[in-house]
């Protein structure tokens, strides 16, 4: 394992803030992709800092909350990355249900590639803590919140009503958060491609 430099991880000075903010980013990045694949209890601060390649002193100098504080960094991180997905798939028609299926086509192939690990960014970290941890939980529900609006916008573009849109959309991300879940499971595409299929069905029942 490599680690970086203790001037790197903590100095606040030109060069060494640069490499810090390097650091942060490779610290955030490492959490968000444990927490998705493993969720909030079987990852660890060690482990983090392990795959970042970064020190447990450098963990805690970004994040003197601990494992909560880091968690909800890496949450938004992994918010950002869905989001971005969802809108390159939204942007892919102007229909709105054949934009639903482009999505639907992304996460399937983002999924297969990385073997069936990396499915939503939010949902093992949101079943392990809710009711015990408020920030991760208000970090989770903002995430699905904003995927929700992205649909809903799109929705709305195609000529739906701003109510049924919003509506619509709740039920699109469920939609694709199940059946991301079930083609993790089993290691099979089929689940989301289904669920495109029958997505753009309902939606055009709207159109």
Known sequence: MHTTKPRH??????????????????????????LQRQGYEGTGIKQIARDAEATLGSVYHFFPGGKQELAVAAIRHGEQEFADMLRAGLAADDDPAQAVVACTLLLATTLRESDWTDGCPVAATA?????????????????????????????????????????????????????????????????????????????????
């Open 9 to 34: 991880d903590t100095t606040e000075g030109t060069e060494g803030g640069d490499a810090a903010v390097g650091t942060r980013d490779r610290i955030v990045r490492a959490a968000a992709r444990l």
């Open 127 to 207: 079943l392990e803590t809710v009711g015990r941890a408020p920030d991760i939980q208000r970090a989770c529900a903002e995430a699905i919140g904003h995927w929700t609006d992205l649909v809903s916008d799109k929705l709305c573009d195609g000529g739906l009503a701003e109510d049924t849109a919003k509506e619509l959309a709740g039920a699109t991300i469920s939609t694709l958060e199940g059946a991301e879940l079930t083609a993790q499971v089993l290691r099979s595409e089929e689940p989301l491609l289904a669920a495109g299929r029958h997505l753009a069905r309902l939606i055009r029942t709207y159109q």
